[in-house]
């Protein structure tokens, strides 16, 4: 595809229908053309999208990009859809917030750290898609090991992983034995 109308309208029919976050790379396979091209006519469209008053607009979330209805909008699509508010005990927070932090992480990790076991919150957290198997660890029996999801950066709101809050409290309770791991990756 070369031309650069049919190449938009493309890019805005697979955000369209994207339930998840696209890649430049993703796309550009998905059309034939090449990532930068991609990179371009999305910010034509939301630049187009942007100065026609449109009530979506194009979001980068986690290096990818989602067609999203403006914020202006919420109440009615509320009133359309139904409230579908997401309700994490306290267990699913500290849990979560341990995973978001020391990711990858296994169970056992996790459980070290908050000191109980903690299957049922993980079910819970992969079930919401919050949290993924991203890999398998050393070790005996090969443990998985959890991370986030590109949903998870939607629902609080993030452009990636590196707008988090840094934690600097090395005694921290996220962190347990060996707590300066997440310090060390960031730098």
Do not use: W
């Not at 091209?37 to 939301?46: G, Q, Y």
């Not at 056992?108 to 750290?113: G, H, P, V």
């Not at 709101?157 to 707008?163: F, G, I, M, V």
């Amino acid at each position: 595809m070369s031309d650069i109308k049919e190449i938009k309208r493309a890019v805005e029919a697979i955000l369209f229908v994207a339930d998840s976050p696209l890649r430049p790379r993703k796309i550009a396979e998905i059309i034939g053309c090449p990532p930068k091209v991609i990179e371009n006519v999305v910010k034509m469209l939301k630049n187009e999208y942007d100065d026609t008053n449109r009530a979506f607009t194009i979001k980068m979330v986690n290096k990818g990009y989602r067609i999203y209805t403006c914020l202006e909008f919420s109440e009615l699509i509320k009133n359309l859809k139904g409230k579908r508010e997401l309700y994490l005990s306290n267990a699913a927070l500290t849990t979560l917030a341990v995973i978001v932090y020391r990711q990858p992480i296994t169970r056992k990790e996790l459980e070290q750290i908050r000191g109980v076991d903690s299957t049922g919150v993980i079910n819970t957290l992969q079930d919401v898609g919050l949290i993924k198997i991203v890999g398998k660890g050393e070790g005996f029996g090969h443990p998985y090991l959890y991370g986030t999801t590109d949903r998870f950066i939607e629902v609080f709101h993030l452009k990636s992983l590196e707008n988090l809050p840094k934690i600097t409290d090395e005694d921290s309770a996220f962190f347990g034995e060996g707590g300066d791991r997440f310090q060390k990756e960031s730098i």
